[in-house]
């Protein structure tokens, strides 16, 4: 039996020693109503804690509810009072205006986007957007409701034209300051990327595909499906893509359900843009243009077969000067309702070639994520109905046990929430899965069980509402096929309470309030892969814009 051993600093938070802060609660009498934890003379519920510190360096953020006309705001300085009062912040509605040249298009249909970095280092950017229309004088505008205090910091506005206008007009993105108005020139020296699409034996597709260009994983110009007798199709590039000297790469999709799809080779990025596609492309067929035949697919664990499993099959069906064709299919095993067979996947594949096999059971399942890189593939049948097995079956091995038990003060907490989210590092076996999240509650005794693949985790712990305990992140915490036991201390240092407050300093029920720790400092939380912060906290005020939280304040 392997043990888990925690550690203050380095890739482990546990909390210890949190029972010294809950010393001046003994004898307090308050109940939980069953969310909290303790027996006679435990604190039980936040209101018997002492109030916290709050480290200088934390921030809140306070999330009002949909239904209010308040904005997101940030709080730093007010945590440090006893009870702090946060206010929300206004909304205001601004204007972007795009315009072009009289002799060159807008968009008919598109959305704006601001995009600007959460005074929160770490924690993904804000976001605002409102669909645009267009002036009789051909000018595009869009109208944005973004926070007040926002007004005045650089972000990013972007114009995404909506079908049928991204057939003649690329994504066009702009770095800009926030303002009551922004007006921006759509460039007109746009590049295209011209090619037509062809099956293995020259012929035009049957099947509609959509061409896209992609610089570095983002979406940088979408063409209309390859409709043209010829199979053509135009990717028109904004001249700012090009300055960023990232090679491109354009996919062809198809927009049915049984073809191929097209990956082109790395393409330079650069002034002028080079002819990637002198001939027309080819979708490799090495297979002799066999068309799809179906399969099952069996999948079986030590105690039977596994109902709920996903399976995933790929294959590259060949490759030539521009590109490679690829293919695959994906699909469950059942569970023998219906006309689902028990562990058993329908997969239509196109035979003779060799298959890369995924089979990812499901979250909280004994069995483990397993991968196959090259299984051959023959025969089939046209009809699912007659499908052959694929043979042999896939048997997997079951996941690690984590066995863990949650307390406070020396007494288990009942009904907290434990989530285990992987890391991106795929599973042995495996060249891109990664392993699959599981969840769990604690029990009366304060245990929970997970199954998890072999990697690398972050496990969350989140006390209900009410509880004296506080919240919690592992971070790095890996996993191997041993067996691991698991204790962990959500003792709290002290409480956090206070008042939200609407822009017109009415109390704001129903807000959310989250209080997080940065993970890093200066210039090191711009660096690319920093660390997200950490959510040490987080409540909803009640109907006077009340809030309270335990929270641990000394690791």
Same mark, same amino acid.
């Given at each position: 039996?392997?043990?888990?051993?925690?550690?203050?600093?380095?890739?482990?938070?546990?909390?210890?020693?949190?029972?010294?802060?809950?010393?001046? =609660?003994?004898?307090?009498?308050?109940?939980?109503?069953?969310? %909290?934890?303790?027996?006679?003379?435990?604190?039980?519920?936040?209101?018997?804690?002492?109030?916290?510190?709050?480290?200088?360096?934390?921030?809140? /953020?306070?999330?009002?509810?949909?239904?209010?006309?308040?904005?997101?705001?940030?709080?730093?300085?007010?945590?440090?009072?006893?009870?702090?009062?946060?206010?929300?912040?206004?909304?205001?509605?601004?204007?972007?205006?795009?315009?072009?040249? +009289?002799?060159?298009?807008?968009?008919?249909?598109?959305?704006?986007?601001?995009?600007? *970095?959460?005074?929160?280092?770490?924690?993904?950017?804000?976001?605002?957007?409102? *669909?645009?229309?267009?002036?009789?004088?051909?000018?595009?505008?869009? +109208?944005?409701?973004?926070?007040?205090?926002?007004?005045?910091?650089?972000?990013?506005?972007?114009?995404?034209?909506?079908p049928?206008?991204?057939?003649?007009?690329?994504?066009?993105?702009?770095? !800009?300051?926030?303002?009551?108005?922004?007006?921006?020139?759509?460039?007109?020296?746009?590049?295209?990327?011209?090619?037509?699409?062809q099956?293995?034996?020259?012929?035009? @597709?049957?099947?509609?595909?959509?061409?896209?260009?992609?610089?570095?994983g983002?979406?940088?110009?979408?063409?209309?499906?390859?409709?043209?007798?010829?199979?053509?199709?135009?990717?028109?590039?904004?001249?700012?893509?090009?300055?960023?000297?990232?090679?491109?790469?354009?996919?062809?999709?198809?927009?049915?359900?049984?073809?191929?799809?097209?990956?082109?080779?790395?393409?330079?990025?650069?002034?002028?843009?080079?002819?990637?596609?002198?001939?027309?492309?080819?979708?490799?067929?090495?297979?002799?243009?066999?068309?799809?035949?179906?399969?099952?697919?069996?999948?079986?664990?030590?105690?039977?077969?596994? &109902?709920?499993?996903?399976?995933?099959?790929?294959?590259?069906? %060949?490759?030539?000067?521009?590109?490679?064709t /690829?293919?695959?299919?994906? $699909?469950?095993t059942?569970?023998?309702?219906?006309?689902?067979? #028990?562990?058993?996947?329908?997969?239509?594949?196109?035979?003779?070639?060799?298959?890369?096999?995924?089979?990812?059971?499901?979250?909280? +399942?004994?069995?483990?994520?397993?991968?196959?890189?090259?299984?051959?593939?023959?025969? %089939?049948?046209?009809?699912?109905?007659?499908?052959?097995?694929?043979?042999?079956p896939?048997?997997l091995?079951?996941?690690?046990?984590?066995?863990?038990?949650?307390?406070?003060? %020396?007494? *288990?907490?009942?009904?907290?929430?434990?989530?285990?989210? #992987?890391?991106?590092?795929?599973?042995?076996? =495996? !060249?891109?899965?990664?392993?699959?999240?599981?969840?769990?509650? !604690?029990?009366?005794?304060?245990?929970?069980?997970?199954?998890?693949?072999?990697?690398?985790?972050q496990?969350?712990?989140?006390? @209900?509402?009410? +509880?004296?305990?506080?919240?919690? !992140?592992?971070?790095?915490?890996?996993?191997?096929?041993?067996p691991?036991?698991?204790?962990?201390?959500?003792?709290? $240092?002290?409480?956090?309470?206070g008042?939200?407050?609407?822009? &017109?300093?009415?109390?704001?029920?129903?807000?959310?309030?989250?209080?997080?720790?940065?993970?890093?400092?200066?210039?090191? =939380?711009?660096?690319?892969?920093?660390?997200?912060p950490?959510?040490?906290?987080?409540?909803?005020?009640?109907?006077?814009?009340?809030?309270?939280?335990?929270?641990?304040?000394?690791?």
């Open positions: 039996m392997k043990r888990l051993v925690s550690k203050v600093a380095g890739t482990l938070l546990l909390l210890a020693g949190g029972a010294t802060g809950l010393g001046g =609660c003994a004898g307090v009498s308050e109940t939980s109503g069953g969310g %909290g934890f303790g027996g006679s003379g435990s604190c039980v519920t936040p209101s018997c804690l002492p109030l916290a510190q709050i480290p200088p360096t934390w921030i809140a /953020e306070i999330d009002p509810p949909s239904s209010s006309t308040a904005a997101v705001a940030f709080a730093s300085a007010e945590l440090a009072n006893q009870s702090p009062i946060l206010q929300t912040d206004s909304q205001v509605t601004v204007t972007a205006t795009f315009t072009a040249p +009289s002799n060159a298009p807008v968009p008919a249909k598109g959305t704006a986007i601001f995009t600007i *970095p959460s005074p929160i280092a770490g924690r993904p950017p804000l976001t605002f957007q409102a *669909p645009t229309g267009v002036s009789s004088t051909n000018v595009l505008t869009a +109208s944005l409701i973004v926070p007040l205090k926002m007004i005045g910091n650089h972000g990013t506005l972007t114009l995404v034209p909506l049928p206008a991204d057939q003649q007009n690329p994504p066009y993105t702009f770095s !800009t300051v926030l303002g009551m108005t922004m007006q921006v020139a759509i460039a007109t020296d746009n590049f295209t990327i011209n090619g037509s699409l099956t293995a034996a020259g012929q035009v @597709p049957a099947t509609t595909y959509v061409a896209q260009a992609f610089q570095g983002a979406l940088v110009s979408s063409a209309p499906p390859t409709q043209q007798s010829d199979g053509s199709f135009q990717l028109v590039i904004p001249s700012a893509v090009l300055d960023l000297a990232v090679p491109l790469t354009v996919q062809l999709t198809p927009q049915s359900t049984t073809d191929p799809w097209f990956i082109s080779n790395p393409i330079a990025a650069s002034n002028p843009l080079p002819a990637p596609f002198p001939m027309p492309i080819l979708l490799s067929a090495s297979t002799g243009g066999n068309a799809p035949t179906y399969f099952n697919v069996a999948v079986y664990g030590s105690t039977g077969t596994v &109902d709920g499993a996903v399976v995933q099959a790929q294959t590259t069906v %060949g490759s030539n000067t521009y590109g490679s /690829e293919f695959s299919r994906t $699909a469950t059942g569970d023998g309702t219906g006309t689902t067979s #028990p562990g058993m996947a329908n997969l239509s594949l196109v035979p003779y070639l060799p298959y890369s096999f995924a089979i990812i059971p499901p979250a909280n +399942s004994p069995f483990v994520t397993s991968c196959s890189p090259s299984v051959p593939v023959s025969g %089939g049948s046209a009809a699912a109905s007659t499908a052959p097995a694929l043979m042999p896939f048997t091995g079951l996941r690690a046990v984590l066995s863990g038990s949650v307390s406070a003060a %020396g007494v *288990p907490v009942t009904n907290v929430s434990v989530t285990a989210t #992987p890391g991106p590092d795929p599973v042995p076996t =495996c !060249t891109s899965t990664p392993g699959s999240p599981a969840s769990g509650t !604690t029990d009366a005794n304060g245990r929970f069980t997970l199954y998890l693949d072999p990697g690398t985790y496990l969350d712990y989140d006390p @209900p509402a009410g +509880s004296a305990a506080t919240r919690l !992140t592992e971070y790095g915490v890996t996993v191997g096929i041993d691991i036991t698991h204790a962990v201390d959500l003792s709290a $240092a002290g409480l956090v309470q008042k939200v407050l609407a822009p &017109d300093m009415t109390p704001l029920p129903s807000a959310t309030v989250r209080i997080y720790a940065p993970r890093c400092s200066g210039s090191a =939380c711009s660096a690319a892969g920093a660390p997200p950490q959510l040490r906290a987080q409540a909803v005020t009640d109907a006077n814009g009340f809030f309270r939280v335990a929270v641990q304040t000394n690791n």
